[in-house]
């Protein structure tokens, strides 16, 4: 798939695509969060596959697990991301679909996935998430440890606000998120 420019809340042109996979690689879980059908929001761990980021986002799931039941009831979800090493944090919202391909699934397939599966691909439950990431936000601080508490000193001792690192808003577009089962 074409890697697309995506425009910041600031209007000026970035590959947020490129960026916000090098902030997302090597985060192994995401804390998904559905929509319950009574409204409420309801957060779960996946496992993260570590491939070059698209715009889609891509986890095994059971095809009759109740967080399928909430993305086919409301198709919203959001991934948050956290390396508190790296202070790299990230939230993405988009729009999810069940995928129940075979071959796509054993193009993502890794072995450790046998902890969930134990039949591994031949598994009758085995289907995909597959997420069309529409929005996102990113708090990414690249300073060391030092530099961050010289600026929040210095924050403390002027009265000007602590500014840690960058912090953006990302549009990667709201197109029809093709939300047909396959």
Same mark, same amino acid.
């Given at each position: 798939?074409? =890697? =697309?420019?995506?425009?910041? =809340?600031?209007?000026? /042109?970035?590959?947020?695509?490129?960026?916000? %996979? &090098?902030?997302?690689?090597? $985060?192994?879980?995401?804390?998904?969060?559905?929509?319950?059908?009574?409204?409420?929001?309801?957060?779960?761990?996946?496992?993260?596959?570590?491939?070059?980021?698209?715009?889609?986002?891509? +986890?095994?799931?059971?095809?009759?697990?109740?967080?399928?039941? &909430?993305?086919?009831?409301?198709?919203?979800?959001?991934?948050?991301?956290?390396?508190?090493?790296?202070?790299?944090?990230?939230?993405?919202? %988009?729009?999810?679909?069940?995928?129940?391909?075979?071959?796509?699934?054993?193009?993502?397939?890794?072995?450790?996935?046998?902890?969930? +599966?134990?039949?591994?691909? &031949?598994?009758?439950?085995?289907?995909?998430?597959?997420? =069309?990431?529409?929005?996102?936000?990113?708090?990414?601080?690249?300073?060391?440890?030092?530099? /961050?508490? $010289?600026?929040?000193?210095?924050?403390?001792?002027?009265?000007?606000?602590?500014?840690?690192? &960058?912090?953006?808003?990302? /549009?990667?577009?709201?197109?029809?998120?093709?939300?047909?089962?396959?």
């Amino acid at each position: 798939m074409a =890697k =697309k420019k995506a425009e910041k =809340k600031d209007g000026s /042109q970035k590959d947020a695509i490129t960026h916000l %996979g &090098e902030l997302i690689h090597g $985060i192994k879980v995401a804390m998904m969060t559905t929509v319950e059908s009574d409204g409420s929001l309801r957060s779960r761990p996946m496992w993260t596959h570590d491939r070059d980021f698209d715009g889609e986002l891509w +986890f095994f799931t059971r095809e009759h697990s109740a967080k399928v039941g &909430e993305v086919e009831h409301d198709h919203h979800v959001n991934l948050s991301y956290a390396e508190p090493g790296k202070d790299h944090f990230v939230s993405v919202s %988009g729009r999810c679909r069940l995928v129940l391909d075979k071959e796509k699934a054993r193009e993502l397939w890794n072995p450790s996935l046998k902890a969930w +599966f134990p039949d591994g691909l &031949e598994d009758p439950e085995l289907a995909l998430l597959c997420v =069309k990431v529409e929005k996102a936000e990113y708090w990414d601080t690249a300073d060391s440890r030092m530099v /961050q508490l $010289i600026g929040f000193v210095k924050s403390v001792l002027t009265g000007e606000p602590y500014k840690p690192g &960058e912090n953006e808003k990302v /549009q990667l577009g709201s197109e029809d998120a093709g939300l047909n089962v396959h």
